[in-house]
Nanobody
Framework: QRQLVESGGGLVQAGGSLRLSCAATGSIFAIGDMGWFRQGPGGLRDLVATVDSDGNTNYADSVKGRATISRDNAKNTVDLYLNSLKPEDTAVYYC???????????????WGQGTQVTVSS
């Protein structure tokens, strides 16, 4: 069962924009931080942006001014908007969230399966 379901991505021209969406599914008692990470070809999985349950955001320097992360606590979703895309934004983008699945409300970290974003020059 997929805990985090991602959508969006695909092939985009440089200078364009995209929206990635992620929905947390299943039994959810609480969600802490949510965010997006990315992994380029042969690279590490790096932070793109995070948002906590109060809406406080954090962005990687590489996307500051070009990215907006937002979450809907009622729908258990988190979106990433990225504009002025560059070829170096090409990567697999992963949704990430700290979620509690039972009455203990203990948070565990979950990853989505990833969605490919390719930016053509």
């Amino acid at each position: 069962q997929r805990q985090l379901v991602e959508s969006g991505g695909g092939l985009v021209q440089a200078g364009g924009s995209l929206r990635l969406s992620c929905a947390a599914t299943g039994s959810i008692f609480a969600i802490g931080d949510m965010g997006w990470f990315r992994q380029g070809p042969g690279g590490l999985r790096d932070l793109v942006a995070t948002v906590d349950s109060d809406g406080n955001t954090n962005y990687a320097d590489s996307v500051k001014g070009r990215a907006t992360i937002s979450r809907d606590n009622a729908k258990n979703t988190v979106d990433l908007y990225l504009n002025s895309l560059k070829p170096e934004d090409t990567a697999v983008y992963y949704c990430n969230a700290d979620m509690a699945r039972d009455w203990t409300r203990r948070l565990y970290n979950y990853w989505g399966q990833g969605t490919q974003v390719t930016v053509s020059s």
